[in-house]
């Protein structure tokens, strides 16, 4: 099983409670963008606590990049996470995921369940093929948007919002619905779907019954 003790080159706030971890790559490491790999936190006590985390770096960087969001409310990896400083280490492991870019659609996400989508769609930015793509972003309010500003300088109007918890006047208000989804949705193209287990549950509901092949859709639960 492949294990690489790699320091924290810099970390950097990304929203209130996400950050952005820059760390060492191990030479000949290699991924694709979307997939993960599982990290443990080189500490007594968490050595052998792994959590998964997705690559939001490219393959073709010098360094691995990870953008997590910080549980600080329950004791954890995260939390732990939260309290690290350039120069401590992490355990990194083999690379997997099961996400991947199969022509364009839209990626729906749910909070954190964006990571998978942004080395994709950095990918597809860097090399000028991102047209054709959407993204649908759930979030409680506009401060746990993660990485607004460049998914607007990617995707421009295709960079569609929903807030549950705060009611604005630039983004809808409330839970992705089958109808909200229905404006959206194109059956010629592809569905990537990423977010907690329950928002899952019910878009892949609304999905079915609004006739979308099974095979046209792309997930991985966070």
Not at 19 to 44: C, L, S
Request: proline fraction near 4%; aromatic fraction near 10%; hydrophobic fraction near 40%.
């Amino acid at each position: 099983m492949e294990e690489h003790i790699v320091k924290i080159i810099k970390i950097e706030e990304v929203t209130h409670d996400v950050r952005r971890f820059t760390i060492e790559k191990p030479p000949g490491y290699t991924f694709i963008p979307g997939q993960a790999t599982e990290v443990a936190i080189n500490k007594q006590g968490f050595v052998n606590e792994r959590r998964p985390f997705t690559f939001t770096s490219l393959n073709q960087w010098t360094n691995l990049e990870f953008t997590i969001k910080i549980y600080s409310d329950h004791e954890g990896v995260t939390k732990k996470m939260g309290t690290l400083a350039p120069g401590d280490e992490l355990i990194i492991h083999d690379v997997w995921g099961t996400i991947g870019y199969k022509g364009p659609g839209l990626f729906i996400a749910g909070g954190a369940g964006v990571t998978p989508f942004i080395a994709i769609l950095r990918d597809l930015f860097s090399k000028n093929k991102i047209e054709g793509n959407t993204l649908l972003f759930a979030n409680k309010t506009r401060a746990d948007i993660i990485l607004k500003n460049e998914f607007e300088k990617m995707l421009g109007k295709n960079f569609i919002n929903i807030l549950s918890d705060e009611q604005t006047k630039e983004y809808a208000h409330g839970f992705i619905t089958e109808d909200f989804l229905k404006k959206y949705i194109d059956s010629k193209k592809m569905i990537y779907l990423c977010g907690p287990e329950k928002m899952m549950e019910l878009t892949e509901k609304y999905l079915t019954n609004l006739n979308v092949d099974e095979k046209s859709i792309v997930k991985e639960a966070f």
